[in-house]
């Protein structure tokens, strides 16, 4: 269970954020080779460990990891709208995460190939990890954290076309020991359960706009030539609450487990036409957003290839998933 939240959150913007142009403001706006998501069925993964002994009360912490983890499948969503997207290579390596650092070191320390370098492609990038326990407890040993509440694990990808060019982005893992001890007088916490992927919105077109669902097959957005679609937004599909330790204040204390909501995002992406901003979340600094609105403008014209809208819908502990939409320009529509 998380007990850095914002950590897997922040990690994942920075990552793509890595991909484009650094002093693009509107990354919304695709215009050539990206990465728009990375994730991973499931973002979390529970581990068979056995504790130290050295703290009593502190859910079992400090650990050591005993069985190899579950395969995770990964899948990351490249796009390019200047062309075809062609087949290409790409290599993973793993190292601690959750450290500041923006990607793996190939020759730091800790660093592990997962996967060898490989022709994948074209649009979405599907591939399977599986550290061992040996890598999970060296990763332990360098967390200044030692896994208290998950183990971060970066994936560094690294995709490189036929014309040479080359891109890199990140995605981090937990790997959490499941369980919290509570503290004297707390009631029993509920039943640890991974993170999965959120996946439910739909985006309502406010002035009988139209309604584009998470759960659409095939979906096509028409709209007239520069149109404007505004519309209200929901975002469902949080899982529970669920409960991770709290860092103890002075030495023997067992703090015991605070409860936490998932915090979930919508993030937009067009190939052609603009959205207004990069996504939008149902919780700030002030509480819960009542009303989730954004803004598409469409194309002047239908483009030479066709324009896509993709949709990843994301929560602050590393969960997932993208749609994507067409967008089809029809003067009738005026």
Same mark, same amino acid.
């Given at each position: 269970?998380?007990?850095?939240?914002?950590?897997?959150?922040?990690?994942?913007?920075?990552?793509?954020?890595?991909?484009?142009?650094?002093?693009?403001?509107?990354?919304?706006?695709? *215009? %050539?080779?990206?990465?728009?998501?990375?994730?991973? $069925?499931?973002?979390?993964?529970?581990?068979?460990?056995?504790?130290?002994?050295?703290?009593?009360?502190?859910?079992?912490?400090?650990? /050591?990891?005993? @069985?190899?983890?579950?395969?995770?499948?990964?899948?990351?969503?490249?796009?390019?709208?200047?062309?075809?997207?062609?087949?290409?290579? &790409?290599?993973?390596? !793993?190292? #601690?995460?959750?450290?500041?650092?923006?990607?793996?070191?190939?020759?730091?320390?800790?660093?592990?190939?997962?996967?060898?370098?490989?022709?994948?492609?074209?649009?979405?990038?599907?591939?399977? /990890?599986?550290?061992?326990?040996?890598?999970?407890?060296?990763? #332990?040993?360098? %967390?200044? &954290?030692?896994?208290?509440?998950?183990?971060?694990?970066?994936?560094?990808?690294?995709?490189?076309?036929?014309?040479?060019?080359?891109?890199?982005?990140? *995605?981090?893992? @937990?790997?959490?020991?499941? +369980?919290?001890?509570? !503290?004297?007088?707390?009631?029993?916490?509920?039943? =640890?359960?991974?993170?999965?992927? =959120?996946?439910?919105?739909?985006?309502?077109?406010? %002035?009988?706009?139209?309604?584009?669902?998470? /759960?659409?097959?095939? =979906?096509?957005?028409?709209?007239?030539?520069?149109? *404007?679609? @505004?519309?209200?937004?929901?975002?469902?599909?949080?899982? =529970?609450?669920?409960?991770?330790?709290?860092?103890?204040?002075?030495?023997?204390?067992?703090? +015991? &487990?605070?409860?936490?909501?998932?915090?979930?995002?919508?993030?937009?992406?067009?190939?052609?036409?603009?959205?207004?901003?990069?996504?939008?979340?149902?919780?700030?600094?002030?509480? $819960?957003?009542?009303?989730?609105?954004?803004? &598409?403008? !469409?194309? *002047? !014209?239908?483009?030479?290839?066709?324009? #896509?809208?993709?949709?990843?819908?994301?929560?602050?502990?590393?969960?997932?998933?993208?749609?994507?939409?067409?967008?089809?320009? %029809?003067?009738?529509?005026?």
């Amino acid at each position: 269970m998380n007990t850095r939240p914002n950590t897997l959150r922040l990690m994942a913007a920075c990552a793509l954020a890595a991909c484009g142009n650094d002093l693009d403001v509107t990354p919304q706006n695709v *215009k %050539d080779l990206r990465v728009l998501a990375i994730c991973a $069925d499931t973002p979390e993964i529970f581990v068979t460990a056995v504790s130290l002994g050295g703290v009593p009360g502190l859910s079992g912490w400090p650990y /050591v990891i005993t @069985a190899a983890p579950p395969e995770v499948t990964v899948r990351a969503l490249v796009v390019d709208p200047r062309k075809v997207m062609p087949v290409f290579d &790409y290599r993973v390596q !793993a190292c #601690l995460g959750g450290s500041g650092a923006p990607r793996c070191d190939a020759e730091a320390e800790g660093t592990e190939l997962l996967v060898d370098t490989t022709r994948g492609g074209p649009g979405e990038l599907v591939f399977t /990890v599986q550290p061992t326990a040996a890598m999970l407890n060296t990763w #332990l040993e360098q %967390d200044p &954290y030692r896994g208290y509440g998950s183990l971060y694990v970066t994936l560094h990808l690294t995709l490189t076309a036929p014309d040479g060019e080359t891109l890199e982005a990140t *995605k981090l893992l @937990a790997y959490t020991r499941p +369980g919290v001890t509570p !503290a004297e007088g707390q009631d029993p916490p509920p039943p =640890p359960l991974p993170n999965t992927n =959120p996946a439910a919105w739909t985006l309502i077109g406010k %002035d009988d706009g139209p309604v584009l669902s998470s /759960v659409d097959a095939d =979906p096509v957005v028409t709209l007239a030539p520069d149109a *404007k679609w @505004a519309v209200d937004i929901s975002l469902e599909g949080a899982d =529970p609450e669920y409960a991770v330790p709290r860092f103890p204040t002075q030495p023997g204390q067992n703090p +015991g &487990y605070e409860l936490l909501e998932e915090q979930l995002f919508l993030d937009f992406y067009a190939t052609a036409g603009e959205w207004d901003e990069r996504g939008v979340t149902n919780r700030n600094v002030f509480g $819960d957003v009542e009303r989730i609105e954004a803004t &598409y403008r !469409a194309p *002047k !014209a239908d483009a030479d290839g066709p324009t #896509l809208l993709y949709l990843v819908s994301s929560d602050d502990r590393g969960g997932c998933a993208w749609r994507t939409a067409r967008v089809t320009v %029809d003067e009738a529509t005026r």
